[in-house]
């Protein structure tokens, strides 16, 4: 698998987790993360929110139908023994568990399921999930007020339950992050659910001290035998990176994300060396181009840009490796990743006579947006303007804040943008970006429009034989290349300490921080009782 | 001494409209929202349908003026709204918040007071000398220091090095977790009530009526008690009124280097994410505070010092 293959040169930490699993877990001990992505949790009642950050603590407490299985690369059944696919892929039918209990005491049936979506389809609470259970049939006509229930969800029996798609996909890839968990239909209702969440999760809700941590405990009911290992789970908001340098080097806390800084500095520390671990996520940062620009609609100029930006020099030097060179848009761990290709040279000259041939031999001036963020924002754009200036290529840049730059993109208010956005772990998801059906408003900010493209992506939507569907993927991914809507930067490298002691550890490609908790354990040496 | 008390309550009310109506305006007109914030991690593509029907719900596409004029009678029954993030009441928000920000600020208010005060006194009895030399280098050290970094400082002395100190994080509650948070959040009050101490003490000291007591044969311990330390006193207290409530203010960038569970974090996160009802709540409580305060340094003015009840 390719996730193996990158996992095995990227990550140094391999060695801990390798060990973790030759040793026998201990039980006992408490599991100290932190959630670094800056603010405080959204909610507790997690169907209201989309944020990386949120869905940390949400592993613990919560289950899907799938899980996202790290070390294979793809979403498998969780709640789910088995899916039966009939209907020319249409139909699925899963044999649910029959083990698994809330953390009231309740045990959870094909019930709980169909609440819990007909839940997210209520059009008038808009949860963001309802992209992922649009995806069933009957469930658009649920969100706009025409139907009470979502058709397409049949109960067979208490432990099996039918779901008809409207699209041949695969559900694993809608069903298995934290925004489609399974509330308990008596109580999900309540308001006291959003104070005292109930889930299927290994772990227990105790506290929340808003701004500050969410504390778990152990369910004994959970559905794995003899998992959770640890007692108790710790998730502490740490959104500064040098309190939490702090605090990992004090041993207060097991896992600390790192930036390019601390990513220099632990790897020259002989004594924190050991503790890196790191993956390529899917994420893709890129400069998105607006072809309504008069030079950005040819393709030729976009080429210009690609050649003209040297990004192996910012990846280095400013990015300081914590990245990997982006070739086209799909990341190193998509499923549809093409290894044999090769991303834009860097060649000025090039750059030159491409920028000439379309027409702008003296180049010309744009206005790029961008965010503050150290990693794919205006310390980047800053380095990348005297490489465009070679090529007789102006930037004029506008800052706004990330929570800005969304909106920016979305509504396609821009010459030029910097953004970092997830490209998996769906490579079909990913490149329907580029689809012309996509409204720029949802994630074609770049109003990309190409029929060769729109056909071989649909083919690949239709095929029953997944070998193919990744030829045709992957075809597509190497005509955005030679399209270019986008100039490819890179993918991110994500990079966490984790502590010795904390065993099990998964190189989840969707985000590093998202853990299954079950499978985390602590040794003797922890200092946390 | 009540008809002050009610004139000075009073004066507070245009105050409140006024900081109403500007968070408000300003919050309407800066670019961003809380749809766009959703997605500022770029982790799933923006939903349309959903996008659409959260400003529907969220009646983002009012007009400015029915948005403020149902914000501001809302206000008037005491609903300070709904979060757009959480989707809690702001005030269950609000109220989860107050206590550890109470917390933080009393603790470092404390640490200023029982420090500056007297810092500023022996330093201003004996001018020139060491102390008072190192008391000014002090002050003008915490009061030029950012507190981010400082408070970087101490978690690397006392949690780091020595072990003392948890680094970050509420715990309990208990005082161990607070030490760290509230010194690096009152150096700058102490620092300011040192040097404030020192020139009050020091102009009073020259005043004809101290004068006057020490030709009396008074000792100087009951000069300095009852003439230099009571008239010191007003000018001390107004210092104290104004960093007090500037305080919660200023707790915004320690709270989140601490992990500390209280209002300026929720106001930060909040600004951050465009939760505009819980940026107005944050705000007029910190607001709030600082009028409350501060009417309640005026009142006791009026207690020291009767001459001002009647100005």
Not at chain 2, 86 to 102: F, G, I, S
Not at chain 2, 150 to 155: D, F, I, N, P, R
Not at chain 2, 158 to 175: E, H, I, T
Request: proline letters at 5%; hydrophobic letters at 45%.
């Amino acid at each position: 698998m390719m996730f193996k293959k990158i996992a095995i040169v990227a990550g140094l930490g391999l060695a801990l987790s390798v060990t973790a699993e030759a040793q026998t877990p201990r039980k006992g001990g408490t599991i100290r993360m932190t959630a670094p992505y800056g603010s405080s949790f959204t909610s507790m009642d997690i169907h209201t929110t989309q944020r990386a950050q949120d869905e940390i603590f949400a592993k613990g407490l919560h289950r899907s139908l799938y899980i996202w299985d790290s070390a294979e690369g793809k979403p498998v059944p969780e709640l789910a023994k088995e899916a039966i696919v009939s209907g020319g892929g249409l139909v699925y039918t899963f044999k649910l568990r029959d083990d698994a209990y809330f953390h009231h005491g309740r045990k959870m049936t094909a019930d709980d399921v169909i609440w819990s979506y007909n839940r997210i389809m209520d059009g008038a609470k808009a949860y963001p999930g309802a992209r992922f259970v649009r995806m069933i049939e009957g469930a658009s006509e649920v969100e706009k007020g025409k139907a009470k229930e979502i058709s397409g969800l049949k109960k067979i029996d208490d432990f099996t339950l039918e779901m008809k798609l409207t699209e041949k996909v695969d559900p694993g890839f809608y069903f298995f992050t934290a925004l489609t968990s399974i509330y308990p239909a008596d109580e999900g209702a309540k308001d006291s659910f959003i104070q005292k969440p109930i889930g299927l999760g290994p772990f227990k809700f105790v506290e929340h001290v808003p701004g500050s941590r969410v504390v778990l405990e152990r369910f004994d009911k959970f559905y794995k035998p003899g998992k959770p290992y640890a007692d108790k789970m710790i998730v502490s908001i740490m959104g500064e990176a040098a309190a939490r340098d702090v605090a990992f080097r004090n041993k207060e806390i097991d896992t600390s994300v790192l930036g390019p800084a601390q990513y220099v500095a632990y790897q020259a520390d002989p004594a924190l060396k050991g503790t890196i671990v790191e993956v390529a996520e899917v994420f893709t940062r890129y400069m998105g181009i607006n072809p309504s620009f008069k030079p950005f609609s040819d393709k030729r100029v976009r080429q210009a840009i690609n050649h003209a930006i040297d990004a192996d020099l910012i990846i280095s030097k400013l990015v300081k490796n914590k990245a990997y060179r982006a070739t086209s848009w799909l990341p190193l761990t998509s499923p549809a990743y093409d290894k044999t290709m090769k991303p834009y040279a860097f060649d000025p000259a090039k750059a030159k006579q491409l920028l000439a041939d379309a027409g702008y031999p003296t180049g010309f001036e744009f206005e790029w947006t961008a965010s503050q963020n150290e990693s794919w924002g205006l310390p980047i754009v800053e380095a990348i303007i005297p490489m465009l200036d070679r090529v007789g290529i102006k930037v004029k840049v506008k800052q706004v804040e990330t929570a800005v730059l969304a909106e920016v993109a979305r509504k396609g208010e821009f010459q030029a943008f910097i953004y970092s956005q997830a490209t998996g772990p769906d490579p079909q998801a990913a490149l329907k970006c580029f689809h012309s059906a996509t409204p720029q408003s949802a994630c074609n900010y770049t109003a990309f429009k190409n029929a060769d493209f729109d056909k071989l992506l649909d083919e690949a939507g239709q095929t029953d034989d997944a070998a193919k569907r990744v030829q045709l993927l992957q075809k597509a991914n190497a005509l955005l290349y030679d399209e270019a809507p986008v100039w490819f930067f890179n993918y991110n490298k994500a990079v966490m300490a984790v502590q010795p002691w904390l065993k099990g550890i998964q190189l989840n490609a969707t985000e590093l921080t998202h853990q299954n908790v079950e499978d985390l354990w602590v040794d003797e040496t922890s200092p946390a009782k | 001494m009540l008809s002050f008390a009610i004139r000075r309550i009073l004066q507070t009310v245009p105050t409140v409209l006024a900081v109403v109506l500007v968070i408000f305006v300003l919050f309407s007109v800066v670019p961003g929202s809380i749809i766009s914030s959703m997605n500022d991690d770029g982790r799933g593509p923006t939903d349309p349908q959903v996008v659409e029907r959260m400003k529907k719900q969220l009646g983002l596409d009012d007009p400015v003026y029915i948005r403020f004029s149902s914000y501001v009678a809302k206000l008037a029954t005491g609903d300070f709204g709904t979060s757009f993030r959480t989707r809690e009441p702001v005030t269950t928000m609000l109220a989860k918040r107050m206590w550890p920000t109470l917390q933080l600020i009393f603790a470092s208010m404390t640490f200023a007071i029982v420090i500056g005060v007297p810092l500023g006194f022996i330093a201003a009895l004996r001018p020139g000398s060491f102390v008072d030399t190192l008391s000014m280098v002090l002050a003008v050290s915490g009061l030029s220091m950012a507190k981010f970094w400082l408070g970087l400082l101490l978690m690397y002395l006392f949690a780091l090095k020595l072990g003392w100190l948890p680094s970050f994080g509420y715990g309990d509650g208990g005082l161990k977790y607070l030490v760290l948070p509230a010194v690096t959040l009152g150096v700058s009050p102490m620092a300011l009530l040192a040097r404030t101490t020192r020139a009050a003490v020091l102009e009073i000291m020259t005043a004809d009526f101290v004068r006057t007591a020490r030709s009396k044969g008074m000792s100087e311990t009951r000069v300095v008690k009852w003439h230099v330390m009571r008239n010191a006193l007003v000018l001390i207290l107004t210092t104290i009124g104004l960093q007090f409530g500037a305080l919660m203010g200023q707790a915004v960038v320690v709270e989140k280097l601490f992990s500390w569970p209280g209002i300026g974090s929720l106001l930060v996160d909040s600004v951050l994410q465009r939760d505009l009802p819980a940026v107005q709540g944050s705000i007029l409580v910190v607001v709030l505070f600082f009028l409350t305060i501060n009417t309640m340094i005026d009142l006791l003015y009026a207690v020291i010092d009767p001459r001002i009840r009647y100005a």
